[in-house]
Nanobody, 126 residues
Framework: QVQLVESGGGLVQAGGSLRLSCAAS????????MGWFRRAPGKEREFVSA????????VYADSVKGRFTISRDNAINTVYLQMNSLKPEDTAVYYCASKSSSYYSLYTDANAYNYWGQGTQVTVSS
């Protein structure tokens, strides 16, 4: 079993920055792929970014490419999402997810992930 706890959300003005954190516990985090997803009001959940086990391989949704950066620190079982140049359309609940023992693979499909956090709200005002 894996527990994921997100933090770092909040209210920010357009153009601002936030850094989300996701702390994992309960199993060998270092072998897992990690992803960030978001769900905006009235919309489907969408993929944001994913990182493979060693933090080198990453993938981003086109809508956040160049503005968001995913990273991880396996020593403290934490994955981050640095969000810069935020836009009102980035407003959503952000969720982190883990894919057990995925090693170098990257997953953009939410159905591939085994565990999910409870989410953290990000609100970007115009």
């Amino acid at each position: 079993q894996v527990q994921l706890v997100e933090s770092g959300g909040g209210l920010v003005q357009a153009g601002g920055s936030l850094r989300l954190s996701c702390a994992a516990s309960g199993r060998a985090f270092s072998r897992d792929g990690m992803g960030w997803f978001r769900r905006a009001p009235g919309k489907e959940r969408e993929f944001v970014s994913a990182v493979a086990w060693r933090g080198v391989n990453t993938v981003y949704a086109d809508s956040v490419k160049g503005r968001f950066t995913i990273s991880r620190d396996n020593a403290i079982n934490t994955v981050y999402l640095q969000m810069n140049s935020l836009k009102p359309e980035d407003t959503a609940v952000y969720y982190c997810a883990s894919k057990s023992s995925s090693y170098y693979s990257l997953y953009t499909d939410a159905n591939a992930y085994n565990y999910w956090g409870q989410g953290t709200q990000v609100t970007v005002s115009s």
